[in-house]
Structure formats: structure tokens, C-alpha cells
């Protein structure tokens, strides 16, 4: 990906030419700074603001509703998480039309708030996975809490939040795989406003839209979307690998 977002656009469409005779760097000068349209800054920008707060509303709110279902007794509690692992083999694309007949009755669509708000209410692969690393901590921690007069949600962010550090960055790194690279809920949702496009619907107008004839330049794209996945990736990796192992010392 990296050697094709070099090429010349000739050399790009020769099958038989696999590296490029001359690096063309300026292909990122041009995909950055283009003579019509707007900067890929932009595009870029936005793709930060919609995956940031994504992610803030996906760790808040499941770790709310995770620490409520496994540490807080109330009727019920058994049954709703029952919904959420069920919900949790339920296609996205199933509950799409609805989704879209609502943020038209609310006039969210040719917004950011279709992408940004369902977040806040959390999604069942979170609290599953943060249920599980709940149920790990003693409930002593939490008695011992009472009887010093601490609420529950006292009990949450000052004793549950700091040992869930691993877990709760986990699934942040996992939000952010998952928002970053995403394009049906963005091209459904966004549309044609292209001031709210994100670094992917502009790959994807750089392929089939005025654009069609610079697949170097899509190439080029590719390779900036890319990159911050991987310095997230290694700059979080121990939290990552923690974890892993700390699930699978406790179970």
C-alpha cells in the first residue's frame, strides 16, 4: 500500500510494476493540500472528533451499566444482561432503518450526532467485556466501602474505576478500531455534506467520485488512515497484553 501510494498514476495501473521508478511524495502534497475541495485535514479532523467522543461515551456508559450488573443486586439484573448478550448477535444492519427513521424525525441526519450519541448508550460487547473484569474484583472492597458510609457511586469511581484501567482502555483501542475505519454509518447518515465527511468517505470519493483516475492518491489516503491505528496500537499495547493476561489469571 505504501509502495503504490508512490506511483505514478501509469505505474499504478501496470500490473506488472511492483515498484515505483521515483518516489512521487508530492501524491501526499496533493492529497493534503488539493488545488479544488477542501484540505484532507478536515477530513481528518472530523474522523477525530466523531472516534474521540465515540470512544469517551462507549467506556463511559458501559462501564456504568457493566459495574450496575455486576456488582449492584436489583430484580431483574439477569434478565438485562440476558438481552445483552443476545443483542450482541443481532446485525447492526438490522436495526438500521429504524436507527435512520429516527435521526430524521430528530433532523440528526447530514450530522455528526447519528455517529456520536448512540455511543453514550453503551453497547452489549462493552458491558459484557467489562462485566466480566467486575466480577473479578472482591466484593469485600465494596462492604468495606459501605461501612465507611460510600455510596455506589462512590464505591465506582473510587475504588472500581482505577483497577479497571487495563480493561477500560482496551475497549477504548477497540472503539477506536471500529469508528475510525467506518463508512456505512457515515455515508448513510453524513451523506453529501462533505464539510462532515470523515478521512473514509473521502478515500471512498477519491475512488468513485471526480477522482476516479488518482488511485495513487486513494493509496496515499489509505496510508494516513492507517497510521494512527498503528501508533494507538503500540503506544497501548502493555494495557493491551495486561489485560489479556490479567483475564486469564482470574478468570
Avoid at 159 to 178: G, N, R, V, Y
Wanted: aromatic fraction near 14%; proline fraction near 6%; include cysteine.
Amino acid at each position: 500500500m505504501i509502495l503504490a501510494s508512490l506511483k505514478t498514476n501509469g505505474e499504478f495501473l501496470n500490473a506488472f510494476k511492483w515498484l515505483p521508478a521515483a518516489p512521487q511524495w508530492e501524491n501526499y502534497t496533493r492529497l493534503l493540500f488539493p488545488e479544488k475541495g477542501h484540505p484532507f485535514m478536515l477530513y481528518f479532523f472530523n474522523s477525530v472528533k466523531v472516534t474521540g467522543l465515540a470512544m469517551i461515551g462507549t467506556v463511559l456508559s458501559c462501564s456504568l451499566v457493566a459495574f450496575a450488573l455486576a456488582r449492584i443486586s436489583f430484580p431483574g439484573k439477569n434478565i438485562v444482561f440476558g438481552f445483552a448478550v443476545i443483542s450482541i448477535f443481532l446485525p447492526s444492519q438490522v436495526t438500521m432503518i429504524p436507527q435512520f427513521l429516527i435521526f430524521k424525525e430528530l433532523g440528526w441526519l447530514g450530522t455528526h450526532y447519528p455517529l456520536i450519541i448512540p455511543a453514550f448508550l453503551a453497547s452489549a460487547f462493552g458491558i459484557i467485556l467489562l462485566r466480566q473484569f467486575y466480577r473479578t474484583i472482591p466484593k469485600e472492597m465494596d462492604e468495606a466501602a459501605k461501612v465507611d458510609g460510600a455510596g455506589w457511586f462512590t464505591i465506582y469511581s473510587r475504588i472500581h474505576l482505577p483497577l479497571m484501567i487495563s480493561p477500560l482502555i482496551t475497549l477504548a483501542i477497540l472503539t477506536f478500531q471500529e469508528k475510525w475505519a467506518e463508512i456505512l454509518y457515515p455515508m448513510i447518515f453524513i451523506g453529501k455534506n462533505s464539510d462532515l465527511w470523515t478521512m473514509v468517505l473521502k478515500i471512498r470519493d477519491l475512488s468513485t467520485g471526480q477522482y476516479n483516475s488518482r488511485p495513487e492518491l486513494e493509496m496515499a489516503g489509505n496510508v494516513l488512515l492507517v497510521l494512527p491505528v498503528i501508533i494507538l496500537f503500540i503506544t497501548a499495547q502493555p494495557y493491551f497484553v495486561k489485560s489479556i493476561a490479567t483475564s486469564g489469571v482470574k478468570g
